[in-house]
């Protein structure tokens, strides 16, 4: 069975910083593009950055690039999403997924990331 | 940047069929793909490609498209449809991913 669990969330100050860890279990972690998608609280799906089986390709969407880091470890089974810089509009459940053929086909249940003062 | 953009809220007597849709021009080049979120729970890829469903899905959820226009059809909507419903795509100009603003589905 399929299954990814994040963790790492939490409360920070505005300017603070967060290293977000999703844990793989169920499939061949390192044969598979990965990606982390947030969701503000009442609001849509936001896609945040993708990353492919060796780490060396990279994308983020246009808000978060230079402040997050997208990175892997497949000795491990895990996805990490390292936020620096955090605002309050970074403020969402933020989810790992596994980028299966074509769509996002696995979810993890979420990590809820604050950003206040 | 490619949108998608999708209607806020929709609604369908139980049993009966409604057509969710996503508009955007990334569309023409990428299937969509089509997720169902119930509060409080993670999205579960309901239709992708084409229109495949995972494994689970039930067979009166389908996938279409024409031109910049994909659907998302619920045949003999029950009571357990209801919830929110997103779209997504590839940017046609990068390889980013994008996302329509969902639709919550209430069946009446």
């Known amino acids: 069975e399929v299954q990814l669990v994040e963790s790492g969330g939490g409360l920070v100050q505005p300017g603070g910083s967060l290293r977000l860890s999703c844990e793989a279990s169920?499939?061949?972690?390192?044969?598979?593009?990965m990606s982390w998608v947030r969701q503000a609280p009442g609001k849509g799906l936001e896609w945040v950055a993708n990353i492919n089986q060796d780490g060396s390709e990279k994308d983020y969407v246009d808000s978060v690039k230079g402040r997050f880091t997208v990175s892997r470890d497949n000795a491990k089974n895990s996805l990490y999403l390292q936020m620096n810089s955090l605002r309050a509009e970074d403020t969402a459940v933020y989810h790992c997924?596994?980028?299966?053929?074509?769509?996002?086909?696995?979810w993890g249940q979420g990590a809820l990331v604050t950003v206040s003062s | 940047s490619s949108e998608l953009t999708q209607d806020p809220a929709v609604s369908v007597a139980l049993g009966q069929t409604v057509r969710i849709t996503c508009q955007g021009d990334?569309?023409?080049?990428?299937?969509a793909n089509w997720y169902q979120q119930k509060p409080g729970q993670a999205p579960v890829l309901v239709i992708y490609?084409?229109?495949t469903r995972p494994s689970g899905i039930p067979d009166r959820i389908s996938g279409s498209s024409s031109g910049n226009t994909a659907s998302l059809t619920i045949t003999g909507a029950q009571a357990e449809d209801e919830a929110d419903y997103y779209c997504n795509s590839r940017d046609s100009s990068n390889n980013h991913l994008v996302f329509g603003g969902g639709t919550k589905l209430t069946v009446l």
């Open positions: 490609g084409k229109n």
């Open positions: 990334s569309l023409r080049t990428y299937y």
């Open positions: 997924a596994r980028f299966g053929w074509l769509a996002l086909d696995y």
């Open positions: 169920g499939f061949t972690f390192r044969s598979y593009w």
